[in-house]
């Protein structure tokens, strides 16, 4: 009766497992795995985004497939302020309600089914589910770890194949908080015009690198077919409110026929809500208040566990350049979940093991830059007497 492409595994694991546990024993943990904003302590004006969702225009219902004018000209101020993209045309922007969303559109607008996607390994775990509903196959390409992140392009070659139709960017990525280097642009470029592929670029974190120095976004990248993905949900710390977009780049005709196919798309959809799409301008002006709170919040908790890693030289951090996340590197004496749900039980702490996000060996926990610094401090304390020597 059911489809096969949601056929998954349902059974939680034995990490999810031992979290229920915990809690349902009323055991208080530290959870240094926070990536909703709303549950760390860090929101905007509650005042200033309600007031705007209560628009009376909301009340009249006008269905433009791409997206309300006025939300898709929010979109371009910000990229216009934040990005000095003085060139960006409304009509390349198609709104959704989410970066999921987004990736299904384009998705279905490259694939046929059983083509693949080319995706960043270590990654985020979302991509999995959003392939099988579109019915694509993945197909890994690693990362490579050597006093920063580069992209293995002898491996990205080898993984290609004449129904590989795209490869997936996060820039930066997510956990390693690794951006694409101006190197790797231009050769990812000669890889995609080889191959005859295009690029998806998720730039959800693009705003938060931890140096300050703003990065480049893929939105002005004119050498291959290009679609970036963003939203106000890591922005503007507003993920609830449901606004994302994707934006076409890339070869004049190439950019004209996307355009085309991904409006008819939208178009039967029609899933953005008129109340978010009349307030965008307001929701994407938040970042002015929120992004300087976070970009401090990540400072501050990166230098707190630098600190503690001071004089532990069993556990190391990666370098990590910008995103809300960063990866440890502890001693692999056993699985990366059979250790966090050691810190679970011993030090009532929470972490994500490396397998999460695919990292290929063991001893590797990823943990939250966001976390409430009283609690990151006392969860780190926590972590490294159990595993620091």
Not at 39 to 51: C, N, Q, S
Not at 108 to 116: F, I, T, Y
Not at 260 to 286: G, Y
């Amino acid at each position: 009766m059911f489809s096969h492409r949601t056929n998954w595994r349902r059974s939680p694991n034995a990490l999810t497992r031992a979290i229920e546990e915990a809690r349902t024993s009323g055991q208080k943990i530290v959870n240094l795995t926070v990536s909703n904003p709303t549950e760390a302590g860090v929101r905007p004006d509650a005042e200033i985004v309600l007031a705007a969702l209560a628009n009376p225009g909301a009340m009249h219902y006008d269905p433009q497939p791409r997206g309300l004018l006025g939300a898709r000209q929010a979109v371009c101020r910000y990229y216009r302020e934040s990005q000095e993209v003085f060139d960006l045309d409304p009509e390349r922007l198609i709104l959704t309600t989410s970066t999921s969303e987004a990736y299904s559109y384009v998705f279905r607008l490259l694939c046929n089914a059983g083509d693949q996607i080319l995706v960043p390994k270590p990654s985020y775990p979302l991509f999995e589910f959003l392939a099988d509903l579109a019915d694509v196959k993945l197909v890994p390409y690693p990362l490579l770890y050597d006093h920063g992140w580069q992209i293995d392009f002898d491996s990205l070659y080898k993984a290609a194949t004449p129904h590989t139709r795209a490869v997936i960017l996060v820039h930066p990525n997510n956990p390693t908080g690794s951006y694409v280097s101006a190197s790797e642009t231009s050769a990812l470029n000669g890889f995609c015009r080889d191959h005859g592929l295009a690029l998806i670029v998720d730039e959800v974190f693009l705003d938060y690198a931890h140096d300050g120095a703003p990065r480049s976004s893929f939105l002005t990248n004119a050498d291959a077919l290009t679609f970036t993905l963003s939203g106000v949900s890591k922005i503007s710390a507003l993920p609830q409110m449901k606004f994302a977009w994707v934006a076409t780049s890339g070869p004049k005709e190439m950019v004209a026929e996307a355009g085309a196919r991904l409006e008819i798309i939208a178009d039967t959809f029609l899933s953005m809500n008129t109340p978010v799409q009349l307030a965008a301008p307001v929701l994407l002006d938040q970042r002015k208040q929120i992004q300087p709170i976070l970009r401090d919040r990540l400072r501050v908790n990166l230098a707190e566990l630098d600190g503690q890693l001071a004089g532990r030289p069993s556990c190391t951090r990666l370098q990590v350049e910008g995103g809300w996340y960063v990866v440890l590197r502890v001693p692999a004496i056993e699985s990366d979940e059979d250790l966090a749900i050691r810190l679970l039980r011993k030090a009532s702490v929470s972490v994500h093991p490396g397998h999460f996000y695919d990292f290929p060996n063991e001893g590797h926990l990823v943990l939250s830059l966001i976390t409430e610094p009283a609690a990151f401090r006392e969860g780190v304390g926590r972590l490294l007497q159990v595993v620091g020597i």
